[in-house]
């Protein structure tokens, strides 16, 4: 029997049909295509950046707040149920979720490049400037990023388990639109969230291909080239491909894990062989910082660094948040399908918590380690023909400077690079997929291989259109329309979660009265018959009707009048009859 068809033509196609507009547009116009991204990049900036950077506070603040509310003991899914995934195992996989390309990419680029090329308004001494480096991507990397996740994990965890909702974005948005997400504003919803993980995979696949490039001329293999670029775009997505056609989950499971354990060796390697006590020291001491700067350095826009402040606030701030609301769709969705079972303030303060932790010692290692050798040796972390950070190729000049590194670190870095998109890649079209499919959660192979393929065409056409600052505009471009449906979900979450506790609440309230009403009523009739049988004589005696079977409800008890008194001067026998 055939299977029947789920296909969303209101979603997929118009989703599929701009997407591959853009591409075709990137190759055939690419000139126009990258002025146009230019414009379009100083207009949003200018006159969007404050929204963005107000937005992203608002959801951190709304994440820690529901966390740490009245709210924290519902249950994502039945009442009592037990999680899906025991604690340790549930921590891993929301480390796991998807910034790998970024951590190898920026982990020695961005606190270095902080340090070099300070931020506007940033001075002093050098261990002041190394301070403000390391603390300034604390903040790109740390609570703010993962606050963007709680937000939409949230509102779908609470729509899928809770409510038993289809696997969709637009169902986050039910409690706010009502009926109105099964049409038509349904639809865009879907769209906008095809579009921002779409372009949020191909901003990681070209990152990853800049630095595997580089790696590679590192390596004497070969040399950069927009031709090496597009190749190696077109290598990574057949295998990505490959991944998603062979449905080998037991294998990309095993392959993710690998990978991490990768990471781990790699890092703990950069720690031991380079000045380990400095970067614990270090770690600790960032951490201080971040925690008492935090709230300044979430809202600072530069309002008083001019076109000098809006270009930095572009390349790094706005470029990040955009990053991470393009992503939220897809690591929404991953977190919150493995954290059925988890309570509201379970998944909030494990999503923020745990994986910012991580992320903050993996900058600690690489950055510290980088920032520490460029004090030591001054220019030699930058390129010798710029005397700039070259952001492709920092982690390559940092292991030239590890004892026994070098090459086996560069061929790891690729390797986490390479694989990291692999498994992102497979995610990231199987849930596109379901987004087009109607919440389908098993989508057909086709329409799977379609979204692989198109995303390594986004990421080659946006690299053939500008390189790194295409990736940059295209991440804050699409992130801008999105930011608007998650407004809506911290509504949306807000009216659910307020409105079930309501009911909750209310219904705790009826059973104390319940209970209260009838302890009293009880008590108020034992003492009238009591008082009664004093006037008449008659003196009453309760008996149980039912005993106590253990549940907590008290046994009823019922009124026995003892015999009355024979009249004096009748031969009639006592009564024995209970009133």
Not at 419 to 442: E, K
Not at 558 to 574: F, I, M, N, Q, Y
């Amino acid at each position: 029997m055939a299977r029947r068809s789920t296909l969303a033509p209101t979603v997929f196609y118009p989703a599929a049909g701009l997407i591959l507009l853009f591409v075709l547009a990137a190759v055939i116009f690419t000139d126009s295509v990258a002025a146009v991204m230019d414009t379009l990049q100083a207009s949003v900036i200018s006159a969007f950046g404050w929204y963005y950077v107000v937005a992203v506070a608002a959801f951190v603040i709304f994440a820690i707040f529901v966390g740490l509310s009245r709210f924290g003991e519902i249950t994502l899914g039945p009442d009592d149920e037990e999680p899906d995934f025991r604690l340790p195992v549930w921590f891993a996989m929301l480390f796991a979720t998807g910034m790998g390309i970024g951590l190898v990419y920026y982990g020695v680029a961005e606190p270095l490049s902080h340090f070099v090329s300070p931020k506007p308004g940033v001075g002093g001494e050098e261990p002041a400037l190394a301070q403000a480096a390391v603390g300034q991507t604390y903040v790109h990397w740390g609570l703010h990023a993962w606050g963007i996740y709680v937000v939409i994990g949230l509102a779908l965890a609470y729509a899928i388990h809770r409510k038993g909702r289809p696997v969709s974005i637009r169902w986050a948005l039910e409690p706010l639109l009502g009926d109105r997400v099964k049409g038509r504003l349904g639809d865009v919803i879907d769209v906008l969230a095809i579009f921002g993980t779409v372009f949020g995979v191909a901003t990681s696949l070209g990152l990853g291909v800049l630095q595997v490039a580089a790696g590679l001329d590192y390596l004497d293999v070969a040399d950069p080239s927009t031709a090496l670029e597009m190749g190696l775009i077109a290598g990574i997505t057949a295998l990505a491909a490959l991944s998603v056609a062979s449905g080998l989950e037991r294998g990309i499971k095993w392959l993710s894990n690998a990978n991490m354990m990768l990471a781990g060796v790699l890092a703990l390697s950069v720690l031991v062989l380079g000045s380990t006590l400095f970067l614990l020291r270090e770690w600790v001491q960032s951490i201080g910082y971040y925690l008492q700067n935090v709230m300044f350095l979430t809202f600072d826009t530069l309002a008083f660094r001019g076109a000098e402040g809006l270009a930095w606030e572009s390349d790094w701030t706005i470029f990040y948040w955009g990053w991470w609301i393009s992503w939220a769709p897809f690591v929404g969705l991953f977190i919150a399908r493995i954290s059925r079972g988890r309570t509201v303030r379970e998944f909030v303060l494990g999503t923020l918590l745990v994986p910012m932790v991580v992320t903050t010692i993996w900058f600690s290692i690489f950055g510290g380690s980088a920032i520490h050798q460029e004090r030591a040796e001054p220019g030699s972390m930058l390129d010798p023909v710029t005397g700039a950070v070259n952001t492709d190729t920092a982690m390559f000049q940092l292991f030239e400077h590890m004892p026994g590194g070098g090459t086996w670190m560069a061929i790891a870095a690729m390797v986490l690079v390479v694989v990291f998109f692999v498994t992102s890649s497979d995610s990231g079209s199987f849930v596109v997929d379901m987004l087009s499919h109607g919440g389908d959660q098993n989508p057909p192979l086709w329409s799977r291989l379609f979204w692989a393929v198109l995303q390594g065409g986004v990421a080659a056409a946006l690299l053939f259109a500008g390189g790194l600052q295409s990736l940059q505009t295209a991440s804050i471009l699409t992130a801008l329309p999105f930011s608007v449906v998650m407004v809506g979900m911290v509504l949306s979450v807000w009216k659910a979660l307020d409105g079930e506790y309501k009911e909750i609440t209310r219904a705790e309230r009826r059973l104390r009265r319940r209970e209260l009403t009838e302890h009293v009523t009880e008590q108020v009739t034992e003492h009238v018959t009591e008082h009664f049988g004093q006037l008449t004589g008659q003196v009453p005696v309760f008996t149980r009707t039912r005993e106590d079977d253990g549940d907590g409800a008290p046994a009823r008890r019922r009124r026995v009048l003892p015999p009355r008194r024979r009249r004096e001067g009748s031969d009639e026998p006592p009564s024995d009859t209970s009133g």
